[in-house]
């Protein structure tokens, strides 16, 4: 189905339609993926961003509600792949460092994937003249940033142990 936009709102209300449904998709995945790493500072962080996603889909329903939108009525296809490939990750290798090392690799794409999608939302917000939205969009992308640069840190320790 071809997604058609009149308006830069209609692109931003269904972008934020992708990253309500990327953001619930990965409160399913996290806990899996916490239960699934070896590694305590890696299960630690998969812990932690649990929470700060809750948070995300709380910032974003009070976004859609400023609207006045509903945030349903979209799956986010590129989340739903990033989260078959880390099940492959955690369904096809046996536990181990080398599992936490793709269990990093999976997870900073789903955070490039967020601060890529979140970076534009606020652009978009701001654009729009929703100044709310664009600070409120703009503290996730923050959040986004330190978690990927956090699983940096974490892959310094653990893949030179994987090799």
């Known amino acids: 189905m071809t997604m058609r936009y009149h308006t830069l709102n209609d692109l931003y209300v ?26 305590p500072k890696l299960k ?3 812990e932690l961003h649990l929470t700060q996603t809750q948070e995300h889909v709380k910032r974003l329903e009070k976004i859609f ?8 009525g979209k799956v986010s296809g590129a989340m739903l792949g990033l989260v078959r490939e880390g099940n492959e990750i ?7 460092i080398v599992r936490d090392a793709a269990l990093i690799m999976a997870a900073q794409r789903v955070e490039h994937l967020e601060i890529a999608s979140y970076g534009t939302a606020a652009t978009y917000a701001g654009l729009l003249g929703e100044e709310k939205a664009a600070k409120l969009l703009e503290t996730t992308l923050k959040e986004e940033e330190e978690t990927d640069q956090q699983l940096t840190v974490v892959a310094s320790a653990i893949n030179p142990k994987a090799v």
């Open 14 to 39: 269904s972008l934020l339609r992708d990253l309500y449904s990327a953001e619930q998709q990965l409160l399913i995945a996290l806990p899996v993926m916490a239960q699934s790493a070896v590694t």
């Open 44 to 46: 630690e962080g998969f």
């Open 90 to 96: 955690i369904t096809g290798n046996e536990p181990g």
């Open 65 to 72: 509600s400023g609207l006045g939108e509903s945030p349903l």
